[in-house]
């Protein structure tokens, strides 16, 4: 299955803090930062979006462009942060950071997902996915990129960057 994963655009107010499920607003450049990516975007049969307004309104604006049908998927919303939900990063308790750097996958300090969690559900949503034979288009967050490449067997996924507006193949199973 063809797939492209977008991260959303720059959301207003998100420089330092834990955003995860926060719904923030679209930054002042929304409009511009659409019309610019829309052009350099390839050819895809279908829009898959999160939830969170901050892609929601993007893929609604790909969709319109290109004519295309869009579904709503919560699977591949940002992971929950619990209760660092809209703290800055440097103010969460170092105790609580260091517990989830010591059992990455399975640590919920927070009280939210744990990343393992992120990846069942990422993985349900691929596996749907997988069943598509024309290419799609998920727009959706940087945690979602990261778990969908490593399901995928990538390099080093967790650390992987994806710009704010920027695109990547996610690679069929068994291609690196």
């Given at each position: 299955?063809?797939?492209?994963?977008?991260?959303?655009?720059?959301?207003?107010?998100?420089?330092?803090?834990?955003?995860?499920?926060?719904?923030?607003?679209?930054?002042?450049?929304?409009?511009?930062?659409?019309?610019?990516?829309?052009?350099?975007?390839?050819?895809?049969a279908?829009?898959?979006?999160?939830?969170?307004?901050?892609?929601?309104?993007?893929?609604?604006?790909?969709?319109?462009?290109?004519?295309?049908?869009?579904?709503?998927?919560?699977?591949?919303?940002?992971?929950?942060?619990?209760?660092?939900?809209?703290?800055?990063?440097?103010?969460?308790?170092?105790?609580?950071?260091?517990?989830?750097?010591?059992?990455?996958?399975?640590?919920?300090?927070?009280?939210?997902?744990?990343?393992?969690?992120?990846?069942?559900?990422?993985?349900?949503?691929?596996?749907?996915?997988?069943?598509?034979?024309?290419?799609?288009?998920?727009?959706?967050?940087?945690?979602?990129v990261?778990?969908?490449?490593?399901?995928r067997?990538?390099?080093?996924?967790?650390?992987?960057?994806?710009?704010?507006?920027?695109?990547?193949?996610?690679?069929?199973?068994?291609?690196?």
């Amino acid at each position: 299955m063809p797939l492209i994963l977008l991260r959303h655009t720059r959301p207003l107010g998100g420089e330092g803090l834990c955003y995860g499920r926060s719904d923030l607003p679209l930054a002042a450049d929304f409009e511009a930062a659409a019309t610019s990516l829309l052009a350099g975007l390839p050819r895809v049969a279908g829009i898959v979006s999160s939830p969170r307004t901050r892609c929601r309104r993007l893929a609604e604006r790909i969709a319109a462009a290109r004519r295309l049908g869009l579904r709503i998927d919560a699977r591949i919303a940002e992971m929950d942060f619990g209760a660092w939900e809209g703290r800055r990063w440097d103010d969460l308790p170092r105790g609580e950071i260091d517990a989830w750097a010591e059992d990455f996958h399975g640590a919920r300090p927070h009280g939210g997902e744990s990343v393992a969690m992120l990846a069942e559900r990422v993985g349900a949503a691929l596996a749907e996915t997988a069943a598509d034979a024309v290419p799609v288009l998920w727009v959706t967050h940087l945690g979602v990129v990261r778990a969908a490449r490593a399901l995928r067997g990538q390099a080093a996924p967790w650390e992987s960057r994806l710009g704010f507006g920027q695109w990547t193949r996610l690679p069929d199973p068994g291609q690196r």
